[in-house]
């Protein structure tokens, strides 16, 4: 019983762990890009390249029960395999190159959006970097902190980027641009915030920090705010209005 728990466990806080990054990649690219009229082509791009991932994690919870011989042989099967392609650099270049001699510049966004999501993961990625060369080499790029270990700075990085993520709200609440499209977003966003913090606190109780919980109580309470002041651009019919 106590070693299922644990696999259990270690289950979550993996599953937990990834969904939270995958909501922070769309959230930062979001705002980079905004103001742009292709800002949606980059935002879903730069999730896409953790969807074999937890698809992954989500299979191995429903068929296995969380059973960790078979979270194992997920991660070394197709699917790593998939994860690697999306996470390379290499390929990204050479449909990068393809798409630029074929002069479609309609898809550059994408590649974007999948360029931020694989720079970002290489900065907070200790010990867990991407195989950005593949399939050419299996050398992995090491950032000096991690999103999810705490003894790599993951708490603190976690908290300075929803201090910072409620900074930007602020702003983007003085501003009267595009005011369906980031209330619509942000609200979005809002959930993902909400539920990535009881379910981070509930797993990991290194989580459960004095900073940590305030710097979600703010980002909380600043999202709420500006849903609030433009409750009228949310229950609009549709989800993106320029």
């Known amino acids: 019983m106590f070693l299922f728990e644990h696999k259990e466990k270690i289950y979550k806080k993996t599953f937990g762990s990834i969904s939270m990054n995958t909501l922070w ?20 791009f730069a999730i896409i390249p953790d969807i074999p991932s937890l698809l992954a994690l989500s299979l191995a919870l429903l068929k296995s029960g969380a059973s960790w011989d078979f979270f194992s042989t997920v991660h070394s099967g197709w699917w790593m395999i998939s ?24 898809v550059f ?6 360029l931020a999501h694989v720079g970002s993961d290489i900065i907070t990625h200790a010990t867990d970097g991407p195989l950005v060369f593949w399939p050419v080499s299996s050398y992995k790029i090491f950032g000096l902190l991690s999103y999810w270990e705490a003894k790599y700075h993951a708490v603190g990085f976690n908290t300075l980027n929803l201090i910072a993520f409620s900074i930007v709200l602020f702003y983007v609440m003085k501003t009267k641009e595009n005011k369906h499209f980031e209330a619509k977003f942000f609200s979005l966003a809002l959930v993902g915030i909400v539920a990535s913090f009881f379910f981070l606190v509930y797993v990991q109780p290194e989580y459960r920090s004095l900073q940590f919980i305030l710097a979600n109580c703010i980002a909380i309470i ?21």
């Not at 999306?86 to 449909?95: G, N, R």
């Open 83 to 106: 994860t690697n392609i999306t996470h390379s650099l290499v390929l990204m270049a050479a449909l990068f190159l393809i798409a630029v001699i074929a002069k479609a510049r309609s």
């Open 25 to 44: 990649h769309a959230v930062w690219t979001y705002i980079v890009f905004r103001k742009r009229s292709w800002c949606w082509k980059a935002t879903l």
């Open 222 to 242: 600043m999202s709420l705010i500006f849903l609030i002041k433009n409750r009228k651009c949310i229950m609009t019919d549709k989800f993106i209005s320029r």
């Open 109 to 114: 966004p994408f590649f974007y959006g999948w």
